[in-house]
Protein backbone atom coordinates (compact mmCIF):
# COMPACT_ATOMS: atom_id res chain seq x y z
CA UNK A 1 0.00 0.00 0.00
CA UNK A 2 1.89 3.13 -1.15
CA UNK A 3 1.75 5.97 1.56
CA UNK A 4 0.50 9.03 -0.78
CA UNK A 5 -2.80 9.73 -1.34
CA UNK A 6 -5.21 12.53 -2.94
CA UNK A 7 -7.38 12.82 -0.15
CA UNK A 8 -6.99 11.18 3.40
CA UNK A 9 -10.35 11.20 5.75
CA UNK A 10 -10.11 10.76 8.97
CA UNK A 11 -13.30 9.18 10.65
CA UNK A 12 -15.75 6.71 8.58
CA UNK A 13 -18.79 8.52 10.61
CA UNK A 14 -21.57 9.54 8.02
CA UNK A 15 -19.84 12.28 7.05
CA UNK A 16 -16.30 10.64 6.95
CA UNK A 17 -17.21 7.75 4.81
CA UNK A 18 -19.66 9.16 2.23
CA UNK A 19 -17.02 11.74 1.73
CA UNK A 20 -14.44 8.98 1.34
CA UNK A 21 -16.95 7.24 -1.08
CA UNK A 22 -17.86 9.52 -3.43
CA UNK A 23 -13.79 11.18 -3.20
CA UNK A 24 -12.90 7.90 -4.79
CA UNK A 25 -15.88 8.06 -7.07
CA UNK A 26 -14.50 10.93 -8.82
CA UNK A 27 -11.24 9.11 -9.33
CA UNK A 28 -9.37 10.46 -6.41
CA UNK A 29 -6.82 7.97 -4.49
CA UNK A 30 -8.57 7.74 -0.92
CA UNK A 31 -7.87 6.56 2.32
CA UNK A 32 -10.41 6.81 5.27
CA UNK A 33 -9.01 6.43 9.21
CA UNK A 34 -11.05 4.90 11.92
CA UNK A 35 -9.94 4.09 15.44
CA UNK A 36 -13.81 2.83 16.33
CA UNK A 37 -13.63 -0.52 18.32
CA UNK A 38 -16.92 -2.92 18.28
CA UNK A 39 -17.36 -5.37 21.26
CA UNK A 40 -14.96 -7.70 20.07
CA UNK A 41 -12.48 -5.23 19.60
CA UNK A 42 -12.59 -4.95 15.68
CA UNK A 43 -12.41 -2.05 13.82
CA UNK A 44 -15.29 -0.80 12.20
CA UNK A 45 -16.54 1.92 10.11
CA UNK A 46 -19.72 3.65 10.94
CA UNK A 47 -19.07 6.65 13.37
CA UNK A 48 -21.67 7.25 15.73
CA UNK A 49 -24.47 7.08 13.80
CA UNK A 50 -24.42 3.29 12.66
CA UNK A 51 -22.70 1.86 16.04
CA UNK A 52 -24.41 3.80 19.14
CA UNK A 53 -26.66 6.61 17.15
CA UNK A 54 -29.31 6.81 14.68
CA UNK A 55 -29.29 2.90 13.83
CA UNK A 56 -29.30 1.22 16.94
CA UNK A 57 -31.56 4.14 18.95
CA UNK A 58 -34.31 3.22 15.82
CA UNK A 59 -33.36 -0.32 16.23
CA UNK A 60 -34.73 -0.21 20.04
CA UNK A 61 -37.54 2.30 19.11
CA UNK A 62 -39.11 0.05 16.66
CA UNK A 63 -38.75 -3.28 18.69
CA UNK A 64 -40.28 -1.58 21.81
CA UNK A 65 -43.10 0.21 19.23
CA UNK A 66 -43.87 -3.04 18.54
CA UNK A 67 -43.88 -4.25 22.27
CA UNK A 68 -46.08 -1.51 22.98
CA UNK A 69 -48.46 -2.08 20.27
CA UNK A 70 -49.03 -5.86 21.14
CA UNK A 71 -49.40 -4.72 24.53
CA UNK A 72 -51.53 -2.01 24.49
CA UNK A 73 -53.38 -1.96 20.59
CA UNK A 74 -53.75 -5.40 19.34
CA UNK A 75 -56.84 -5.36 21.17
CA UNK A 76 -58.76 -2.90 19.48
CA UNK A 77 -57.89 -4.20 16.21
CA UNK A 78 -59.72 -7.77 17.34
CA UNK A 79 -56.05 -9.17 18.19
CA UNK A 80 -55.41 -10.84 21.65
CA UNK A 81 -51.93 -11.89 21.69
CA UNK A 82 -52.17 -13.69 25.60
CA UNK A 83 -49.63 -12.65 27.91
CA UNK A 84 -47.18 -10.12 25.92
CA UNK A 85 -43.33 -10.78 27.02
CA UNK A 86 -40.11 -8.64 26.37
CA UNK A 87 -37.07 -10.58 26.64
CA UNK A 88 -34.82 -7.73 26.47
CA UNK A 89 -31.16 -9.24 26.12
CA UNK A 90 -32.52 -10.99 22.46
CA UNK A 91 -33.51 -7.00 22.04
CA UNK A 92 -30.35 -5.73 22.72
CA UNK A 93 -28.77 -8.42 20.38
CA UNK A 94 -30.82 -8.00 17.74
CA UNK A 95 -30.12 -4.38 17.50
CA UNK A 96 -25.91 -5.44 18.05
CA UNK A 97 -26.77 -7.55 14.82
CA UNK A 98 -28.70 -4.82 12.94
CA UNK A 99 -24.94 -2.43 13.58
CA UNK A 100 -22.91 -5.30 12.41
CA UNK A 101 -24.65 -5.73 9.27
CA UNK A 102 -24.60 -2.16 8.58
CA UNK A 103 -21.05 -2.23 9.52
CA UNK A 104 -19.66 -4.80 7.10
CA UNK A 105 -22.34 -2.55 4.80
CA UNK A 106 -19.48 -0.14 4.40
CA UNK A 107 -16.80 -2.09 4.40
CA UNK A 108 -18.03 -4.05 1.28
CA UNK A 109 -18.82 -0.41 -0.19
CA UNK A 110 -15.34 0.92 0.70
CA UNK A 111 -13.70 -2.17 -1.30
CA UNK A 112 -16.23 -1.77 -3.93
CA UNK A 113 -14.97 1.72 -4.87
CA UNK A 114 -11.67 1.22 -3.57
CA UNK A 115 -11.14 2.98 -0.41
CA UNK A 116 -8.53 1.89 1.80
CA UNK A 117 -9.56 1.52 5.46
CA UNK A 118 -6.91 2.14 7.72
CA UNK A 119 -7.77 1.12 11.41
CA UNK A 120 -6.19 3.86 13.83
CA UNK A 121 -6.25 6.74 16.00
CA UNK A 122 -5.23 9.61 13.01
CA UNK A 123 -3.85 12.91 13.59
CA UNK A 124 -3.07 15.62 11.31
CA UNK A 125 0.50 16.96 11.37
CA UNK A 126 1.99 19.99 9.19
CA UNK A 127 1.99 19.78 5.50
CA UNK A 128 -1.23 17.23 5.49
CA UNK A 129 0.80 14.41 6.44
CA UNK A 130 -1.57 11.96 8.85
CA UNK A 131 -0.23 9.71 11.43
CA UNK A 132 -1.98 6.41 12.02
CA UNK A 133 -1.12 4.37 15.27
CA UNK A 134 -3.10 1.16 15.13
CA UNK A 135 -4.33 -0.94 17.96
CA UNK A 136 -0.79 -2.81 18.42
CA UNK A 137 0.66 0.86 18.75
CA UNK A 138 2.71 0.89 15.44
CA UNK A 139 2.73 3.75 13.45
CA UNK A 140 2.69 4.50 10.20
CA UNK A 141 2.53 8.03 8.32
CA UNK A 142 0.51 8.91 5.59
CA UNK A 143 0.96 12.11 3.08
CA UNK A 144 -2.26 13.75 1.72
CA UNK A 145 -3.18 16.23 -0.88
CA UNK A 146 -6.17 16.73 0.84
CA UNK A 147 -7.40 15.69 4.67
CA UNK A 148 -10.63 15.69 5.50
CA UNK A 149 -11.46 15.94 9.38
CA UNK A 150 -14.51 13.66 9.90
CA UNK A 151 -14.02 13.02 13.91
CA UNK A 152 -17.67 13.43 14.97
CA UNK A 153 -19.02 14.35 18.74
CA UNK A 154 -19.28 12.76 22.02
CA UNK A 155 -21.76 12.81 25.38
CA UNK A 156 -21.27 15.84 27.01
CA UNK A 157 -20.63 15.25 30.71
CA UNK A 158 -21.84 17.60 33.58
CA UNK A 159 -20.41 17.49 36.80
CA UNK A 160 -23.72 17.27 39.07
CA UNK A 161 -24.18 13.90 36.93
CA UNK A 162 -20.72 12.09 36.58
CA UNK A 163 -21.68 8.82 33.82
CA UNK A 164 -20.34 5.80 35.71
CA UNK A 165 -21.90 3.44 33.35
CA UNK A 166 -23.63 1.18 35.47
CA UNK A 167 -26.49 3.54 37.38
CA UNK A 168 -25.86 7.28 35.68
CA UNK A 169 -24.98 6.51 31.81
CA UNK A 170 -25.00 8.37 28.23
CA UNK A 171 -26.86 7.93 25.42
CA UNK A 172 -24.31 5.06 24.82
CA UNK A 173 -25.28 3.32 28.09
CA UNK A 174 -29.17 3.80 27.52
CA UNK A 175 -28.33 1.25 24.67
CA UNK A 176 -27.22 -1.37 26.58
CA UNK A 177 -29.88 -2.22 29.46
CA UNK A 178 -30.07 -6.00 30.31
CA UNK A 179 -33.79 -5.12 32.11
CA UNK A 180 -36.49 -2.74 32.22
CA UNK A 181 -35.59 0.00 34.74
CA UNK A 182 -38.74 0.43 37.12
CA UNK A 183 -37.90 3.79 37.55
CA UNK A 184 -35.90 5.77 34.92
CA UNK A 185 -34.61 9.12 35.05
CA UNK A 186 -33.46 11.06 31.99
CA UNK A 187 -31.81 14.63 31.84
CA UNK A 188 -32.37 16.63 28.81
CA UNK A 189 -35.37 16.56 27.34
CA UNK A 190 -33.97 16.95 23.99
CA UNK A 191 -33.74 14.62 20.91
CA UNK A 192 -31.81 12.10 22.60
CA UNK A 193 -33.35 12.25 25.70
CA UNK A 194 -37.11 11.83 24.22
CA UNK A 195 -36.10 9.01 21.70
CA UNK A 196 -34.38 6.93 24.44
CA UNK A 197 -36.91 7.92 27.04
CA UNK A 198 -39.77 6.53 24.75
CA UNK A 199 -37.75 3.04 23.78
CA UNK A 200 -37.55 2.25 27.80
CA UNK A 201 -41.07 3.92 28.89
CA UNK A 202 -42.83 2.01 26.48
CA UNK A 203 -41.19 -1.18 27.92
CA UNK A 204 -42.57 -0.35 31.44
CA UNK A 205 -39.98 2.17 32.95
CA UNK A 206 -41.60 4.97 35.12
CA UNK A 207 -40.15 7.35 33.33
CA UNK A 208 -39.07 11.15 34.38
CA UNK A 209 -37.45 13.56 31.64
CA UNK A 210 -35.51 16.81 33.94
CA UNK A 211 -35.18 19.39 31.25
CA UNK A 212 -33.50 22.89 32.56
CA UNK A 213 -35.42 25.47 29.98
CA UNK A 214 -38.78 26.38 30.59
CA UNK A 215 -40.09 25.66 27.16
CA UNK A 216 -40.11 22.31 25.28
CA UNK A 217 -38.18 21.49 22.38
CA UNK A 218 -36.83 25.50 22.52
CA UNK A 219 -35.70 25.24 18.44
CA UNK A 220 -38.54 23.05 17.14
CA UNK A 221 -41.80 25.58 16.06
CA UNK A 222 -43.83 26.10 19.23
CA UNK A 223 -47.42 24.91 17.93
CA UNK A 224 -45.95 21.82 16.99
CA UNK A 225 -43.78 21.36 20.58
CA UNK A 226 -46.93 21.88 22.78
CA UNK A 227 -48.73 19.55 20.51
CA UNK A 228 -45.99 17.33 20.89
CA UNK A 229 -45.72 17.23 24.86
CA UNK A 230 -49.19 16.52 25.08
CA UNK A 231 -49.48 13.43 22.87
CA UNK A 232 -46.20 12.36 24.67
CA UNK A 233 -47.40 13.01 28.33
CA UNK A 234 -50.38 11.00 27.61
CA UNK A 235 -47.92 8.44 26.80
CA UNK A 236 -46.69 8.37 30.45
CA UNK A 237 -43.44 10.59 29.83
CA UNK A 238 -43.30 12.90 32.89
CA UNK A 239 -41.53 15.79 31.01
CA UNK A 240 -40.99 18.18 33.79
CA UNK A 241 -39.46 21.89 32.37
CA UNK A 242 -37.19 24.50 34.43
CA UNK A 243 -35.95 21.95 36.74
CA UNK A 244 -32.07 22.09 36.54
CA UNK A 245 -30.07 19.28 38.18
CA UNK A 246 -27.85 19.99 40.27
CA UNK A 247 -26.02 17.12 41.80
CA UNK A 248 -26.83 12.89 41.80
CA UNK A 249 -25.74 10.36 44.56
CA UNK A 250 -25.52 6.47 43.58
CA UNK A 251 -26.44 4.44 47.27
CA UNK A 252 -27.29 0.87 47.97
CA UNK A 253 -30.43 0.25 49.15
CA UNK A 254 -31.76 -3.81 49.69
CA UNK A 255 -28.50 -4.74 47.93
CA UNK A 256 -29.54 -2.77 44.77
CA UNK A 257 -27.71 0.28 43.44
CA UNK A 258 -30.22 3.39 42.75
CA UNK A 259 -29.73 6.97 42.12
CA UNK A 260 -30.92 10.24 44.07
CA UNK A 261 -31.06 13.01 41.68
CA UNK A 262 -31.60 16.68 43.07
CA UNK A 263 -32.21 19.64 41.35
CA UNK A 264 -34.26 22.64 41.38
CA UNK A 265 -37.79 22.62 40.22
CA UNK A 266 -39.49 25.00 38.43
CA UNK A 267 -40.16 27.48 41.68
CA UNK A 268 -36.85 27.19 42.48
CA UNK A 269 -37.10 25.04 45.13
CA UNK A 270 -34.54 21.86 45.75
CA UNK A 271 -36.03 18.39 45.34
CA UNK A 272 -35.00 14.97 45.09
CA UNK A 273 -36.16 11.76 43.02
CA UNK A 274 -34.88 8.12 42.73
CA UNK A 275 -34.20 6.63 39.94
CA UNK A 276 -33.11 3.05 39.15
CA UNK A 277 -31.28 4.20 36.08
CA UNK A 278 -30.31 7.95 35.01
CA UNK A 279 -29.91 8.81 31.36
CA UNK A 280 -27.23 11.68 30.93
CA UNK A 281 -28.90 13.53 27.62
CA UNK A 282 -27.64 17.31 27.39
CA UNK A 283 -26.21 17.31 24.24
CA UNK A 284 -22.62 16.21 22.01
CA UNK A 285 -19.82 18.32 21.90
CA UNK A 286 -17.28 18.34 19.14
CA UNK A 287 -14.68 15.58 19.54
CA UNK A 288 -11.11 16.81 18.23
CA UNK A 289 -9.20 14.95 21.63
CA UNK A 290 -5.13 14.06 19.73
CA UNK A 291 -6.66 15.11 15.98
CA UNK A 292 -4.37 17.78 15.67
CA UNK A 293 -0.63 18.76 15.73
CA UNK A 294 0.08 21.87 17.08
CA UNK A 295 1.78 23.25 13.97
CA UNK A 296 -0.71 21.56 12.00
CA UNK A 297 -2.34 24.92 11.14
CA UNK A 298 -5.99 24.04 11.81
CA UNK A 299 -7.97 26.21 14.38
CA UNK A 300 -10.96 25.95 16.27
CA UNK A 301 -13.45 28.10 17.47
CA UNK A 302 -14.93 29.51 20.83
CA UNK A 303 -17.21 26.42 20.94
CA UNK A 304 -14.24 24.15 20.77
CA UNK A 305 -15.29 23.00 16.92
CA UNK A 306 -13.21 23.13 13.98
CA UNK A 307 -13.33 26.19 12.12
CA UNK A 308 -14.46 26.49 8.86
CA UNK A 309 -15.91 28.28 6.16
CA UNK A 310 -19.13 28.11 4.08
CA UNK A 311 -17.32 25.16 1.93
CA UNK A 312 -15.72 23.66 4.96
CA UNK A 313 -12.51 24.74 4.35
CA UNK A 314 -10.49 24.63 7.31
CA UNK A 315 -7.70 27.34 8.11
CA UNK A 316 -5.06 25.27 6.84
CA UNK A 317 -4.62 25.13 2.72
CA UNK A 318 -6.17 21.56 1.46
CA UNK A 319 -7.62 20.82 4.98
CA UNK A 320 -11.56 20.40 4.98
CA UNK A 321 -14.04 19.42 8.13
CA UNK A 322 -16.80 18.19 7.41
CA UNK A 323 -20.05 16.94 9.91
CA UNK A 324 -20.43 17.29 14.15
CA UNK A 325 -16.95 18.26 14.58
CA UNK A 326 -17.89 21.37 12.43
CA UNK A 327 -21.04 24.42 13.08
CA UNK A 328 -24.29 23.29 12.49
CA UNK A 329 -26.95 20.95 13.45
CA UNK A 330 -25.56 17.36 14.79
CA UNK A 331 -27.17 15.37 12.25
CA UNK A 332 -25.61 12.82 10.40
CA UNK A 333 -27.19 13.87 6.81
CA UNK A 334 -25.94 17.36 7.58
CA UNK A 335 -22.43 16.11 7.52
CA UNK A 336 -22.83 13.18 4.85
CA UNK A 337 -23.96 16.15 2.76
CA UNK A 338 -20.70 18.04 3.70
CA UNK A 339 -18.92 15.02 2.69
CA UNK A 340 -20.02 15.26 -0.85
CA UNK A 341 -19.91 19.07 -1.11
CA UNK A 342 -16.20 18.59 -0.29
CA UNK A 343 -15.36 15.59 -2.35
CA UNK A 344 -16.50 17.41 -5.28
CA UNK A 345 -15.03 20.50 -4.56
CA UNK A 346 -11.89 18.58 -4.29
CA UNK A 347 -12.12 16.95 -7.39
CA UNK A 348 -12.55 20.42 -8.83
CA UNK A 349 -16.78 20.64 -9.16
CA UNK A 350 -18.17 23.80 -7.70
CA UNK A 351 -20.57 22.30 -5.53
CA UNK A 352 -22.40 24.66 -2.84
CA UNK A 353 -24.79 22.89 -0.05
CA UNK A 354 -28.19 24.34 0.78
CA UNK A 355 -27.71 24.85 5.23
CA UNK A 356 -31.35 26.69 4.59
CA UNK A 357 -33.23 23.33 3.75
CA UNK A 358 -32.28 20.22 6.17
CA UNK A 359 -34.70 18.26 7.90
CA UNK A 360 -34.45 17.06 11.68
CA UNK A 361 -36.30 14.21 13.11
CA UNK A 362 -37.23 13.02 16.66
CA UNK A 363 -38.71 9.67 16.55
CA UNK A 364 -41.13 9.21 18.75
CA UNK A 365 -43.91 8.21 18.71
CA UNK A 366 -45.82 9.93 16.32
CA UNK A 367 -42.43 10.99 15.18
CA UNK A 368 -41.42 15.10 15.14
CA UNK A 369 -39.90 16.66 12.19
CA UNK A 370 -39.66 20.02 10.55
CA UNK A 371 -37.59 21.39 7.86
CA UNK A 372 -37.52 25.45 7.22
CA UNK A 373 -37.86 28.78 9.32
CA UNK A 374 -40.14 28.31 12.08
CA UNK A 375 -42.63 30.45 13.28
CA UNK A 376 -40.98 31.90 15.91
CA UNK A 377 -37.53 32.25 13.77
CA UNK A 378 -39.82 34.20 11.18
CA UNK A 379 -41.54 36.58 13.67
CA UNK A 380 -38.45 37.66 15.02
CA UNK A 381 -37.08 38.47 11.44
CA UNK A 382 -39.96 40.72 10.87
CA UNK A 383 -40.67 38.53 8.00
CA UNK A 384 -44.24 38.28 6.27
CA UNK A 385 -45.90 35.17 6.59
CA UNK A 386 -49.10 32.72 6.45
CA UNK A 387 -49.73 29.67 7.99
CA UNK A 388 -52.05 26.44 7.06
CA UNK A 389 -52.13 23.43 9.87
CA UNK A 390 -54.24 20.64 9.27
CA UNK A 391 -54.71 17.69 12.10
CA UNK A 392 -54.28 14.01 11.40
CA UNK A 393 -57.99 13.02 12.69
CA UNK A 394 -59.22 14.17 9.45
CA UNK A 395 -57.30 12.13 7.13
CA UNK A 396 -58.80 8.80 6.21
CA UNK A 397 -55.45 6.85 6.41
CA UNK A 398 -54.44 8.50 9.25
CA UNK A 399 -57.80 7.46 11.12
CA UNK A 400 -57.98 3.66 9.89
CA UNK A 401 -54.31 2.65 11.49
CA UNK A 402 -55.10 4.87 14.76
CA UNK A 403 -52.98 7.13 13.91
CA UNK A 404 -55.07 10.06 14.57
CA UNK A 405 -52.95 12.45 16.50
CA UNK A 406 -50.73 15.01 15.35
CA UNK A 407 -50.84 17.96 12.55
CA UNK A 408 -49.10 19.44 9.80
CA UNK A 409 -48.12 23.01 9.66
CA UNK A 410 -46.91 24.67 6.84
CA UNK A 411 -45.50 28.03 6.34
CA UNK A 412 -45.19 30.53 3.07
CA UNK A 413 -44.14 33.73 2.11
CA UNK A 414 -47.33 35.75 2.73
CA UNK A 415 -46.94 37.60 -0.68
CA UNK A 416 -44.82 35.05 -3.18
CA UNK A 417 -46.35 31.98 -1.46
CA UNK A 418 -43.26 30.20 -1.42
CA UNK A 419 -42.89 27.75 1.33
CA UNK A 420 -40.91 28.47 4.57
CA UNK A 421 -40.97 25.81 6.41
CA UNK A 422 -43.24 22.45 7.28
CA UNK A 423 -43.41 21.07 10.99
CA UNK A 424 -44.83 17.93 11.72
CA UNK A 425 -45.86 15.67 14.32
CA UNK A 426 -47.75 13.09 13.40
CA UNK A 427 -47.55 9.83 11.75
CA UNK A 428 -44.31 9.07 9.51
CA UNK A 429 -43.50 12.89 10.14
CA UNK A 430 -39.78 11.76 9.14
CA UNK A 431 -40.95 10.87 5.82
CA UNK A 432 -43.74 13.89 5.13
CA UNK A 433 -41.39 16.45 6.05
CA UNK A 434 -39.01 15.23 3.36
CA UNK A 435 -41.66 15.18 0.46
CA UNK A 436 -41.81 19.36 1.62
CA UNK A 437 -37.88 19.46 1.59
CA UNK A 438 -38.02 18.59 -1.83
CA UNK A 439 -40.46 20.78 -2.84
CA UNK A 440 -38.43 23.76 -1.41
CA UNK A 441 -35.43 22.89 -2.58
CA UNK A 442 -37.17 23.37 -6.47
CA UNK A 443 -38.95 26.69 -4.91
CA UNK A 444 -42.17 25.38 -4.20
CA UNK A 445 -45.07 27.99 -3.39
CA UNK A 446 -48.21 26.13 -0.84
CA UNK A 447 -49.94 26.56 -3.89
CA UNK A 448 -48.34 23.90 -6.01
CA UNK A 449 -48.02 21.62 -3.17
CA UNK A 450 -51.98 22.48 -3.17
CA UNK A 451 -52.68 21.66 -6.95
CA UNK A 452 -50.63 18.16 -7.25
CA UNK A 453 -52.25 15.22 -7.28
CA UNK A 454 -51.96 12.95 -4.05
CA UNK A 455 -52.54 9.45 -3.76
CA UNK A 456 -55.59 8.38 -1.11
CA UNK A 457 -55.77 7.17 1.00
CA UNK A 458 -52.28 8.46 2.30
CA UNK A 459 -50.41 10.07 5.15
CA UNK A 460 -49.45 12.53 2.83
CA UNK A 461 -52.55 13.90 2.43
CA UNK A 462 -51.87 16.16 5.45
CA UNK A 463 -49.27 17.58 3.41
CA UNK A 464 -51.28 18.58 0.57
CA UNK A 465 -54.30 19.92 2.89
CA UNK A 466 -52.09 21.96 5.24
CA UNK A 467 -50.60 23.42 1.88
CA UNK A 468 -53.85 24.41 0.74
CA UNK A 469 -55.00 25.11 4.02
CA UNK A 470 -51.88 27.99 3.98
CA UNK A 471 -54.71 30.09 1.11
CA UNK A 472 -57.64 29.18 3.04
CA UNK A 473 -58.79 26.19 0.51
CA UNK A 474 -58.28 23.00 2.62
CA UNK A 475 -61.28 20.56 1.53
CA UNK A 476 -61.83 18.63 4.72
CA UNK A 477 -61.83 20.81 7.46
CA UNK A 478 -63.69 24.29 7.62
CA UNK A 479 -61.50 27.07 6.75
CA UNK A 480 -60.54 29.85 9.31
CA UNK A 481 -59.54 32.15 6.72
CA UNK A 482 -61.10 32.48 3.39
CA UNK A 483 -58.44 33.86 0.71
P1 LIG B 1 -19.42 10.50 14.06
O1 LIG B 1 -20.56 9.69 13.62
O2 LIG B 1 -19.30 10.85 15.51
O3 LIG B 1 -18.11 9.76 13.56
C1 LIG B 1 -16.84 10.21 13.85
C2 LIG B 1 -15.90 9.06 13.74
O4 LIG B 1 -14.57 9.56 13.79
C3 LIG B 1 -16.01 8.05 14.88
O5 LIG B 1 -16.16 6.78 14.36
C4 LIG B 1 -14.70 8.19 15.65
O6 LIG B 1 -14.24 6.97 16.18
C5 LIG B 1 -13.78 8.66 14.54
N1 LIG B 1 -12.61 9.39 15.02
C6 LIG B 1 -12.59 10.49 15.82
N2 LIG B 1 -11.33 10.90 16.02
C7 LIG B 1 -10.54 10.05 15.32
C8 LIG B 1 -9.14 9.95 15.13
N3 LIG B 1 -8.31 10.82 15.68
N4 LIG B 1 -8.68 8.94 14.38
C9 LIG B 1 -9.53 8.04 13.80
N5 LIG B 1 -10.84 8.09 13.93
C10 LIG B 1 -11.35 9.09 14.69
N6 LIG B 1 -28.62 12.06 13.76
C11 LIG B 1 -29.56 12.02 12.81
O7 LIG B 1 -29.40 12.68 11.79
N7 LIG B 1 -30.68 11.25 12.95
C12 LIG B 1 -30.91 10.50 14.06
O8 LIG B 1 -31.92 9.81 14.16
C13 LIG B 1 -29.92 10.51 15.08
N8 LIG B 1 -30.08 9.76 16.19
C14 LIG B 1 -29.09 9.75 17.13
C15 LIG B 1 -29.27 8.96 18.26
C16 LIG B 1 -28.30 8.91 19.23
C17 LIG B 1 -28.50 8.03 20.45
C18 LIG B 1 -27.11 9.67 19.07
C19 LIG B 1 -26.02 9.61 20.10
C20 LIG B 1 -26.92 10.47 17.95
C21 LIG B 1 -27.92 10.52 16.97
N9 LIG B 1 -27.79 11.32 15.84
C22 LIG B 1 -28.77 11.32 14.89
C23 LIG B 1 -26.61 12.17 15.61
C24 LIG B 1 -25.65 11.49 14.64
O9 LIG B 1 -25.26 10.25 15.16
C25 LIG B 1 -24.45 12.38 14.39
O10 LIG B 1 -24.88 13.64 13.93
C26 LIG B 1 -23.54 11.77 13.34
O11 LIG B 1 -23.09 10.50 13.74
C27 LIG B 1 -22.33 12.67 13.09
O12 LIG B 1 -21.57 12.13 12.06
P2 LIG B 1 -20.01 12.42 11.93
O13 LIG B 1 -19.55 11.58 10.80
O14 LIG B 1 -19.78 13.87 11.91
O15 LIG B 1 -19.36 11.90 13.31
P1 LIG C 1 -30.26 18.27 22.94
O1 LIG C 1 -29.34 19.45 22.75
O2 LIG C 1 -31.43 18.21 22.00
O3 LIG C 1 -29.51 16.96 23.01
O4 LIG C 1 -30.88 18.48 24.41
C1 LIG C 1 -30.15 18.54 25.60
C2 LIG C 1 -31.04 19.20 26.66
O5 LIG C 1 -30.46 19.03 27.97
C3 LIG C 1 -31.21 20.69 26.47
O6 LIG C 1 -32.58 20.95 26.28
C4 LIG C 1 -30.69 21.32 27.76
O7 LIG C 1 -31.46 22.41 28.18
C5 LIG C 1 -30.81 20.16 28.77
N1 LIG C 1 -29.91 20.29 29.94
C6 LIG C 1 -28.60 20.65 29.96
N2 LIG C 1 -28.09 20.63 31.24
C7 LIG C 1 -29.12 20.27 32.07
C8 LIG C 1 -29.27 20.06 33.52
N3 LIG C 1 -28.24 20.23 34.38
N4 LIG C 1 -30.48 19.67 34.00
C9 LIG C 1 -31.51 19.47 33.13
N5 LIG C 1 -31.44 19.65 31.79
C10 LIG C 1 -30.27 20.04 31.24
Same mark, same amino acid.
Given at each position: MSNKYDVIVIGSGPAGYVAAIRAAQLGLKTACVEKWRDKDGKGVNGGTCLNVGCIPSKALLDSSHKYHEAHAAFGGHGISTGDVQIDVPSMIKRKDKIVKQMNSGISGLFKANKVDSLFGSGKLLAGKKVQVIDADGNESVYEAENVILASGSVPVNIPPA??????????????????????????????? #????????????????????? *???????????? /???????? /???????? $????? #???????????????????? *?? /? *????????????? #??????????????GVKLDERGSIYVNDLCSTSAPGVWAIGDV?????????? $????????????????????????????????? %????????????????????????? %?? #??????????GMVKMIAHEK??????????GPNAADLVQQVAIAMEFGSTAEDIGLTVFGHPTFSEAVKEAALAVNGHAIHMPNRKKR
Open positions: PVDGEVIVDSTGALEFQEVPERLGVIGAGVI #GLELGSVWGRLGSKVVCLEAL *DSFLAIMDQTIA /KEAKKILT /KQGLDIRL $SCRVT #GTEVVEKGGKKEVVVTYTDQ *DG /K *DATETFDKLIVCV #GRRPFTDGLLSEDCVRGPMLAHKG $SEEGVMVAERIAGEKTVMNYDIIPNVIYTHPEI %AAVGKTEEQLKADGEEYKVGTFPFI %AI #GRAVAADEGETDRVLGCHIV
